[in-house]
């Protein structure tokens, strides 16, 4: 099978998988490594599906997103925002638009 028909098949597989009600980022790395496994070899896309999922964990922004609701997590149970709320409206509650 040619790459052009192996896509052509890939995407058919995609259709299929929407169609089942998968989710799409689960259908989208399902077919795609499994295309890129026919086409290259088995070892070769299932080494690249391990390297790219743990990828994933290791990156910085979805570390900051996860501490930044976490502490905010945290700032809710102290509460610390309403401590802030009312030290500002004790300071500029007296001024207009305050």
């Known amino acids: 099978m040619s790459p052009v028909e192996s896509g052509i098949a890939g995407i058919i597989l995609l259709l299929i ?3 089942l009600r998968m989710p799409i980022a689960f259908a989208m790395a399902l077919s795609g490594m ?3 496994s026919y ?3 088995w070892s070769t ?3 690249l599906l391990a390297r790219d999922f743990f990828g994933q964990f290791y990156s910085y922004s979805l570390s900051a997103i996860t501490m930044f609701v976490l502490m905010g997590s ?3 149970i102290a ?3 309403d401590r802030l709320y009312k030290a500002a409206y004790k300071m500029v509650g007296d001024l207009r638009g305050g």
């Open 17 to 19: 998988l929407f169609f």
């Open 34 to 36: 499994i295309g890129f």
């Open 39 to 41: 086409i290259v070899s």
């Open 45 to 47: 896309g299932a080494s």
């Open 74 to 76: 945290f700032a809710f």
């Open 79 to 81: 509460g610390i925002g």
